[in-house]
């Protein structure tokens, strides 16, 4: 695949108050290429995410974007570069059809109204080139799709608009088996149409059918960055656990890093 | 999509041209859905109607009682117009009725207090309408108060501002002959026929318009059968209603004539049009749905959830005043108890009636019409039939109940069969 990064971060750290939640963090999203980023709870995936959307700043290092250094302070200046995340609870109306949800926010309109002509054929060609056959009408209430359905919306409107990297955040938590592979099958279309893409997951399965590289956090740091077929299902929970999987990942920890939490007589 | 090559496989929406039956079955499914509309509410005015009908054939079906029922409904009816934005945030405005007693009584003492002319009067109490509802929204929204607590206050404070304008209770009453005529007059059958003739054809263009856009774009559209059915049906109503109302309905025609349709009628029409483009065709009313439905969603999308909120009250509020000019004119007069009593539960009423959910983000303008007619029906039918006040209030609040419980139980219906 391409050499150069699409998205490339350099030694950022993000703390809050005194807790430092990222240490010198890098992580590479290539154009075309799923990035499974993987982590235990509290690792500092949600972190990371945000500080590339925008809602948080950085404390130290470089985000790089398309061979540029680039400041992102706001999740607009993000949405400017074409970086758009897609969250876990999704953030759809639901009294609102797919179109409507699709454009929220961001509505097409000719002089004081709603061009909702060019919204539904924009809305019909992206899903379209996603490949997405599920839904019936583009004018369906989001609350009478299922959660893959609702899912895809979602997907759909991160790529609306032009986007070059889209970040997922847990896109299959919720989903059952048949709907869990529609999605999956949905962000590997994503990569093929030579997007950036960033998956969050805690599902090994998830991560192993579609991820080209691995990027795992521990505690706050980038353990690895791995190929996906270079590891195996094992080496990436054992990273996840520990932070490091026989040559690969974090230095052993020295004890004296550790203050001792056991209850029982002061030390 | 501008990315390297798109894989446009075949495939995509399936763009099914809907027929005539398949468009009446999608909406029966709806309907079986828990997606009723104003379903209940038509089918309530009809029953209603009927009822009525036959026990007062005299009296109730007379051309005189049917002009009566715009002008006792149209404080309600505008009221209740207002509040649907109010409700479509799942907020509440509980001091509507007194805000539009406050502004009925600024337009009182503006023009005989005062001595001023109309064009002065009415600008003014419609501002106070909305500095009121600033004043709420930006309660509800900057100190975060519940809507139900500030309204509720508010209720009560515009009780008091109301007895402190009148002076402890003093009447004023009106002499100025425009204000008057709002909510007394008729327009001549000539003007009656033009409006009519003109809202029909501007409806049946409007329909049209949007049919041909559609079409000649490739999208999936209405079958003609059904715009056309709507048109006609529309034309039928508002033609059949017209020449009711312009036969003579004087019960002594030669000493005063009385004929033509009652001109709050075109009023309710342009602001129940002027709201409804709002809310289905704007940028504005897509937002207010969007914050009623999903306020983080709305929140993400960057739209300013706040500014949104305040704007539904400040609407609420106009709209409130507007009701209280209308109530002035059709008194003549401001009193203590102008826009109190059971005005304002009749106009809450009036818009969960038509079908508005208490829940938010669902709910149309017209809604508020079709419940202001229940509620006006009930009202007046009632009153006809020789029932009592109390036995009026008791009926209307079983009315509203059942409205509420079908509101309920429909969104558990859709809940089930996930439909909203």
Redesign the interface.
């Known amino acids: 695949m391409t050499a150069t990064p699409l998205l490339e971060l350099r030694g950022i750290d993000k703390s809050f108050g005194p807790v430092q939640v990222l240490h010198d963090v890098g992580l590479n999203v290539y154009p075309g290429e799923v990035t499974a980023l993987v982590g235990d709870n509290g690792a500092g995936k949600s972190t990371l995410v945000k500080c590339i959307s925008g809602i948080y700043t950085i404390d130290a290092g470089t985000v790089t974007f398309d061979g540029d250094e680039v400041a992102i302070h706001s999740?607009?200046d993000a949405s400017a570069l074409g970086i758009e995340v897609v969250?876990q609870?999704?953030?759809?109306?639901?009294?609102?059809d797919i179109v409507?949800n699709m454009f929220?926010?961001?509505?097409k309109?000719s002089g004081?109204?709603?061009d909702e002509?060019t919204m539904?054929?924009m809305a019909?060609?992206?899903?379209?080139?996603l490949?997405?056959?599920t839904?019936?009408?583009?004018?369906q209430?989001v609350?009478?799709?299922?959660g893959g359905q609702r899912q895809t919306v979602a997907i759909a409107k991160a790529?609306l608009w032009?986007s070059?990297v889209v970040i997922l955040d847990e896109p299959t938590a919720a989903l059952g088996v048949a709907q869990t592979a529609q999605v999956l099958e949905l962000v590997r279309?994503l990569a093929?149409?030579?997007?950036g893409v960033v998956l969050i997951s805690h599902n090994m399965n998830d991560v192993f059918a579609v991820s080209d590289r691995i990027a795992a956090l521990y505690l706050g740091r980038m353990a690895a960055e791995v190929k996906a077929a270079d590891v195996t299902h094992s080496q990436i929970v054992e990273l996840i656990t520990a932070g490091r999987s026989g040559d690969l990942g974090l230095p052993a920890e020295k004890p004296a890093e550790f203050i001792d939490i056991t209850p029982g007589e002061a030390p | 999509m501008t990315t390297t090559t798109t894989t446009t496989t075949a495939g995509g929406i399936q763009a099914v041209k809907p027929t005539v039956a398949s468009h009446v079955r999608d909406y029966w499914a709806r309907v079986r859905g828990g997606d009723l509309g104003a379903l209940p509410a038509v089918l309530g005015l009809l029953v209603l109607t009927l009822i009525f009908s036959v026990a007062r054939s005299d009296t109730f079906l007379s051309a005189l009682n049917f002009a009566n029922l715009f002008n006792q409904s149209a404080q309600v009816v505008f009221i209740a117009m207002g509040l649907v934005f109010v409700l479509l945030l799942g907020e509440i405005d509980l001091s509507a009725g007194f805000a539009s007693g406050v502004c009925g009584a600024v337009l009182a003492i503006l023009l005989t207090n005062e001595g001023l002319p109309w064009s002065v009067a009415i600008p003014a109490a419609m501002l106070t309408g909305v500095v009121i509802g600033l004043v709420l929204g930006l309660l509800v929204t900057k100190l975060g108060i519940p809507s139900f607590v500030v309204t509720l206050a508010a209720f009560l404070g515009f009780q008091g501002i109301l007895l402190t304008l009148l002076e402890g209770g003093k009447n004023i009453s009106i002499t100025d002959e425009f204000v008057n005529s709002l909510n007394k007059s008729n327009l001549s059958v000539t003007w009656s026929w033009v409006v009519t003739l003109v809202g029909v054809a501007g409806f049946a263009l409007a329909q049209l318009n949007r049919y041909r856009a559609r079409a000649s774009r490739n999208l999936v559209t209405e079958p003609f059968g059904i715009v056309a059915t709507r048109i006609v049906a529309l034309g039928l109503l508002l033609v059949a209603g017209t020449w009711v109302l312009t036969q003579e309905r004087s019960i002594n025609p030669a000493i005063n004539s009385l004929k033509g349709v009652p001109i709050v009628v075109p009023i309710i029409a342009v602001f129940m049009v002027i709201w409804t483009f709002v809310l289905g065709r704007t940028t504005y009313g897509r937002h207010v749905y969007a914050v009623g439905g999903n306020t983080e969603a709305a929140r993400r999308a960057g739209i300013p959830v706040d500014r949104i909120r305040i704007s539904v009250f400040v609407i609420g509020s106009f709209m409130a005043s507007i009701g209280g000019i209308l109530i002035v004119s059709r008194a003549g007069s401001v009193d203590p108890n102008t826009g109190g009593s059971n005005v304002l539960l009749y106009s809450v009423g009036a818009a969960v009636i038509g079908g508005t959910s208490l829940f938010g983000g669902k709910g149309k303008v017209i809604n508020a019409v079709i419940g202001g007619a229940v509620i006006a029906v009930i009202d007046n039918g009632m009153g006809l039939m020789g029932f009592s006040s109390g036995q009026k209030f008791i009926f209307t609040g079983l009315v509203l109940l059942a409205a509420a419980s079908v509101d309920a139980l429909a969104r558990r219906r859709a809940a089930a069969t996930g439909n909203r």
Do not use: F
Request: proline share 2%; net charge positive; glycine share 6%.
């Open positions: 999740p607009r969250y609870d999704l953030a759809l109306c639901d009294n609102l409507q929220l926010g961001r509505e309109k004081l109204v709603l002509a539904e054929e019909g060609e992206t899903l379209r080139s490949s997405v056959r839904v019936k009408s583009l004018r209430l609350a009478s799709l299922s790529v032009n070059r279309r093929d149409n030579g997007l």
